[in-house]
């Protein structure tokens, strides 16, 4: 067998032990569970640190940034999936904010026609397009910008995720949720956030959970075009 079948192989009994401990934490959508399945999340990642690609934790990418934790990004998804039984393409757009390196933005790409997909640190967005483009994924718009401001021109979406933490839901996103749609946003300062879903039942009928603890980077103003940040 050659090298790189064996790491293919590696790699997939990794994922799929991955897959078990998400599992077993208590994700049991079949259809999340499948996705986390089927993405290379190794992909996504610095190769220093690709021996821990499928461990269920958050892991650097550089810029002070974070790959987020498997569980957390399935929890998410499992959330804004909830009551919606359709197995193909259950919603019609998802909005992400926080891009990072692009794995949730692959995760996303299973349920929905297209994702769109904002973050602030211009290198990242390059990286994440060509990270996307090496899984063979396609439904997807990255662009760089300020994502508490909402997608750039006015559009509205079924479902937004937030990768980012900030004091407040920001309002742009939640002018920017269809009506039946839910956003996820983790809500706090650095050291306590929760995540908090919203339900947009009437235009102007909202309902507001606070759910789990989570720890998130900072959702942060402006834009980044350089490589310095680090
Ligand atoms: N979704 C990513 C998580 C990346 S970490 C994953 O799949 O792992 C969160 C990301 O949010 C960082 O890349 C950070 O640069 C970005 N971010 C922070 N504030 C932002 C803002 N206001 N607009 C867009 N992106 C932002």
Request: aromatic residues 8%.
């Amino acid at each position: 067998m050659s090298f790189e079948k064996k790491t293919d192989l590696n790699y997939q009994r990794a994922r799929q032990s991955m897959v078990e401990e998400i599992s077993s934490k208590g994700i049991s959508d079949l259809r999340v569970l499948e996705a986390f399945l089927k993405t290379p999340r190794h992909m996504f990642i610095d190769g220093a640190f690709s021996s821990r690609a499928y461990q269920d934790m958050s892991l650097p990418i550089g810029y002070h940034q974070t790959i987020s934790q498997p569980f957390v990004v399935a929890r998410m998804v499992e959330l804004i999936l909830k009551g919606n039984i359709f197995q193909k393409s259950p919603l019609g757009t998802i909005l992400e904010i926080g891009t990072g390196c692009g794995y949730q933005t692959a995760i996303l790409s299973n349920f929905c026609r297209k994702v769109f997909s904002i973050e602030r640190i211009s290198p990242l967005a390059e990286r994440a397009k060509a990270n996307l483009q090496s899984a063979g994924i396609k439904n997807y718009l990255i662009r760089c910008a300020d994502g508490s401001l909402g997608w750039p021109t006015f559009k509205k979406f079924d479902a937004i995720i937030c990768s980012a933490v900030s004091n407040n839901v920001p309002d742009p996103l939640i002018k920017q949720l269809n009506v039946s749609g839910k956003l996820i946003c983790p809500v706090g300062n650095e050291k306590n956030q929760n995540l908090v879903l919203i339900e947009k039942k009437e235009k102007k009928e909202i309902i507001r959970k606070v759910l789990d603890p989570v720890l998130f980077v900072p959702m942060l103003p402006g834009i980044v075009n350089d490589d310095k940040v680090k």
